[in-house]
């Protein structure tokens, strides 16, 4: 009807399994089941994508570097989470960089280095990454 709209299963945003437009709600939102966010784990190197979430890493056989992507790639807002999933952070460090000039709190490079340590960062969709 006018006031409302029903599906019986999936909704998908764009025209492929890479949405080019983000959901937006105006107002408030209610959901009355669980929110799955996009995880992405690693043991190398990796080059985070604006369609990650949570990125999970795993150092037990090496360092791993994680670079942010380009802040003016990204919504203002848009949040990313990092963790040290194996525990193995003092012997083999995460770091994190920001995208050529972009920062992370004023610094290019952050770092984590205590067993399962873990940071969540927000952009600004322009040039800076913030922890929060």
Not at 122 to 127: K, L, P
């Amino acid at each position: 009807n006018a006031a409302a709209a029903y599906t019986t299963s999936s909704v998908q945003i764009g025209s492929s399994t890479t949405p080019l437009y983000p959901l937006s709600v105006g107002g408030s939102s209610f959901l009355s089941g669980g929110v799955i966010h996009k995880r992405h784990a690693t043991t190398a190197n990796y080059s985070v994508t604006i369609l990650d979430y949570y990125v999970g890493v795993d150092t037990t056989s090496n360092i791993v570097k994680l670079t942010l992507p380009a802040a003016s790639s990204t919504k203002s807002g848009q949040t990313f989470v990092f963790k040290d999933e194996g525990g193995n952070a003092p012997s083999n460090n995460i770091t994190i960089s920001g995208s050529g000039a972009d920062t992370i709190d004023g610094e290019n490079l952050i770092y984590l280095v205590s067993p399962y340590a873990a940071v969540s960062l927000y952009c600004n969709g322009v040039d800076k990454y913030f922890i929060c």
